[in-house]
T-cell receptor
Framework: GNSVTQMEGPVTLSEEAFLTINCTYTATGYPSLFWYVQYPGEGLQLLLKATKADDKGSNKGFEATYRKETTSFHLEKGSVQVSDSAVYFCALMKRGTYKYIFGTGTRLKVLA | TAGITQAPTSQILAAGRSMTLRCTQDMRHNAMYWYRQDLGLGLRLIHYSNTAGTTGKGEVPDGYSVSRANTDDFPLTLASAVPSQTSVYFC?????????????FGSGTQLSVL
């Protein structure tokens, strides 16, 4: 079946450090891939998405590339800020089904 | 723009009691969803509705029911709460006519069943 695996947290970084949060998936066909972010006390919000192989999603300095050969969609940011502290969820959706599969979330804490 | 409004924000409920979690959206989205968020398990789909008048079961529907009488409202009812239903509940919506793949979330309801 379809599944998403993301790295265990929490991840603690100093401000301006480089961030990578790993995400791999298992799916039949060619799903759409997403990163959602949840700030403290809020619901999730879409950070970025990619819909086909080699697509790169980007937003707010974050990037992720759809890698079909490694079934991965790792989230990266070159220089994190304290305001990036949140929980990040990797997710997939099989095209046309509108049913998401979410990873377990990775908590990021950025220290000033 | 309000987006999705959930109520209450938090609730403590005695086991065996019933409760309805409210969800209202003002974006005229056709699809709506209820998820529960549990530590180490991520988000799991409870029920969904593709359009007003229709509902469907998600991954973990047991003990929950929903209705979709109109486009804007999608209440979730626990008929007889049990401690395993202690969780954070999120309502979400998407616009199937637009970017149907993008979910919009409410701020959640923290429910404790004792």
């Amino acid at each position: 079946g379809n599944s998403v695996t993301q790295m265990e947290g929490p991840v603690t970084l100093s401000e301006e450090a480089f961030l990578t949060i790993n995400c791999t998936y298992t799916a039949t066909g060619y799903p759409s891939l997403f990163w959602y972010v949840q700030y403290p006390g809020e619901g999730l919000q879409l950070l970025l998405k990619a819909t086909k192989a080699d697509d790169k999603g980007s937003n707010k300095g974050f990037e992720a590339t759809y890698r079909k050969e490694t079934t991965s969609f790792h989230l990266e940011k070159g220089s994190v800020q304290v305001s990036d502290s949140a929980v990040y969820f990797c997710a997939l959706m099989k095209r046309g089904t509108y049913k998401y599969i979410f990873g377990t979330g990775t908590r990021l804490k950025v220290l000033a | 723009t309000a987006g999705i409004t959930q109520a209450p924000t938090s609730q403590i409920l005695a086991a065996g009691r019933s409760m309805t979690l409210r969800c209202t959206q003002d974006m005229r989205h056709n699809a709506m969803y209820w998820y529960r968020q549990d530590l180490g398990l991520g988000l799991r789909l409870i029920h969904y509705s593709n359009t007003a008048g229709t509902t469907g079961k998600g991954e973990v529907p047991d003990g929950y029911s929903v209705s979709r009488a109109n486009t804007d409202d999608f209440p979730l009812t626990l008929a007889s709460a049990v401690p395993s239903q202690t969780s954070v509940y999120f309502c979400a919506s998407s616009d199937r006519g637009g970017d149907g793949e993008k979910l919009f979330f409410g701020s959640g309801t923290q429910l404790s069943v004792l």
